[in-house]
């Protein structure tokens, strides 16, 4: 391994924190106005074709991060009307049964020219943290001893692994003890 140069590492970092957090800037913002754009064509009634198509929903969809891309589409099923297909990722239909009640509620929804797709987010999109799985640990270890570099080598060695276990906060004695314990 080539020695590390911490300044050019830093120059680096700092440039792409800059971008890293304009990116999100962008996107927030992006996805501010379209939200309610989208809704404002989804619910728009008159000649033009374009105005109730369900596809411009699904472009955005298409470039989203899962994240982004899941209250994305929280916040579409809660006011578009159409049904979402959870098997291929998108918007098919308009649900007939409910199209009328959503029409109405995205309509007083964008009578508040504030709210959009985070305004709403906010109050009804609670961020769960998924609970510590012991069996997930086991399978990242499986994977991470096979996974390859572009070579075809081995990424990490047993001993890798081990060391990344005792940097978590257990100590060398008290792996032995484990160890002793096991056998």
Known sequence: MKKFNVNEFVNGFNITIKALAESERITKDALRSLS??????LHTIDDNPRNGDIGFTNQVLAVLTPVN????TLFMVEFSGFKFNEEIQQFE??????????FTKAGEFLEDPLNNLWTWAERNVKVEKKAFK????AKDVKRALAQENDAGELMYS??????????????????????????
């Open 158 to 183: 047993k001993a890798d692994i081990i060391k990344a276990v005792l940097s978590g906060g257990i100590t060398s004695e008290e792996l032995l003890d484990l160890l002793a314990a096991i056998e």
């Open 93 to 102: 239909k308009k649900d007939r049964a409910k199209y009328n009640d959503v």
């Open 134 to 137: 012991l069996d997930t640990l």
């Open 36 to 41: 309610r754009d989208l809704l404002c064509q």
């Open 69 to 72: 891309k899941k209250v994305f």
